[in-house]
């Protein structure tokens, strides 16, 4: 993952609201739920629920099927997991810089 990629993963989750949608999608695992279901759960109108899932799509953190007339969205957990791996990759390797104190 680039720093570019993950900037605009983080920016797609970045408002509480798609926050919110992709974190049940988490907890819903790899089946995911009915669009449905993710506005009643959440209780977000409609059209804010299409908006805010066209932004996880675009980003490839929300994948969406369709069986017969229901679409369903689950979460992408490879590009989640590429997201936290290109944030602690690096975790406490150090840098080099002046140092505390």
Same mark, same amino acid.
């Given at each position: 993952? &680039? ?6 993963? @983080?920016?797609?989750? $970045?408002?509480p !609201? ?6 049940l %999608? ?21 059209? &804010? ?6 932004? @996880?799509?675009?980003? $490839?953190?929300? !994948? ?6 229901? %679409? ?23 840098v ?6």
């Open positions: 993952m &680039t720093t570019d990629d993950a900037a605009k993963c @983080l920016e797609a989750i $970045g408002s !609201a798609r926050l919110e949608i992709f974190r %999608l988490v907890k819903a695992g790899p089946d995911g739920l009915k669009v449905g279901d993710i506005q009643r759960t959440l209780d977000i109108p409609a059209s &804010t629920l299409s908006h805010h899932l066209r932004k @996880l799509v675009q980003e $490839g953190l929300v !994948a969406q099927t369709r069986e017969a007339t229901t %679409l369903y969205c689950s979460a992408e957990f490879e590009r989640m997991n590429d997201l936290v791996s290109f944030l602690t990759d690096e975790c406490c390797i150090g080099d810089g002046p140092s505390r104190g």
